[in-house]
């Protein structure tokens, strides 16, 4: 399988707590996007980090990419009710054409109230 | 705008019976392609297309055929239905935006397909 692989499979955090999500892939890259999906919706677009970024900031979002690792993570700071849904990363392989994303199994978020 | 357009959100088939899923998108994106989503897998690319008469396999394109004729639209074929191909479809396009490789991916809302 070209997918990549995102743990944990599922979280589950009190509202004002962090969550982090972990995401590794396989290929080369041009960029590492993350997504979020409600329930019963598509995908979102949440922030792209590009191969020669290390960490990227939006808002209550971090992320962090590791080249040499394959790795990415995306921390949600001081977590709401209002976050609760799947979080997607998602791989540009170097040599695609732009557009042609991977994208890894999700993690489901859950934030309690 | 309108964004990415899918058409229908639901759909229930029969094994053996064919249906075209719509799919329609007012950016001037080149790029289209069509994902399936399920259960503990993700999204899993099935076909794209590179812009209007151009389209390619991606990780499962067996039992669905796509063709690009204009621009605006990209519509997958199931030409015969099977119970493996119940799942949730997304449609989604991308263009080159601030930079070629700085843009996403805009998605659909999808099609739930079940197939009996």
């Known amino acids: 399988s070209q997918q990549g692989e995102e743990d944990p499979q599922a979280l589950s955090i009190q509202e004002g707590e962090n969550a982090t999500m972990n995401c590794s892939y396989k290929?080369?890259?041009?960029?590492l996007q993350w997504y979020r999906q409600n329930s019963g919706r598509g995908l979102v677009h949440l922030i792209l980090?590009?191969?020669?970024?290390r960490e990227k900031h939006s808002g209550r979002l971090r992320v962090t990419l590791d080249t040499s690792k394959k790795s990415s993570s995306l921390l949600i700071t001081a977590s709401r009710a209002a976050d609760t849904a799947s979080y997607f990363c998602?791989?540009?392989?170097?040599?695609?054409?732009?557009?042609?994303?991977?994208f890894g199994q999700g993690t489901e978020l859950s934030v309690k109230p | 705008n309108a964004g990415v357009t899918q058409t229908p959100k639901f759909q229930v088939l029969k094994t053996g019976q064919s249906m075209t899923l719509q799919c329609a998108q007012d950016?001037?994106?080149?790029?289209m392609s069509w994902y399936r989503q399920d259960p503990g897998m993700g999204l899993r690319l099935i076909h794209y297309?590179?812009?209007?008469?151009?389209?390619d396999q991606g990780e499962v394109p067996n039992g669905y055929n796509v063709s690009r004729s204009t621009t605006e639209d990209f519509p997958l074929r199931l030409l015969s239905a099977a119970p493996s191909q119940t799942s949730v479809y997304f449609c989604?396009?991308?263009?080159?935006?601030?930079?070629?490789?700085?843009?996403?991916?805009?998605f659909g809302n999808g099609t739930r397909l079940t197939v009996t």
């Open positions: 998602a791989t540009d392989a170097r040599h695609n054409q732009g557009g042609k994303l991977i």
């Open positions: 290929t080369s890259i041009n960029n």
């Open positions: 980090i590009r191969s020669n970024e």
């Open positions: 950016m001037n994106h080149e790029y």
């Open positions: 297309s590179v812009g209007a008469g151009i389209t």
């Open positions: 989604a396009s991308w263009g080159p935006g601030q930079g070629y490789y700085n843009s996403p991916l805009h």
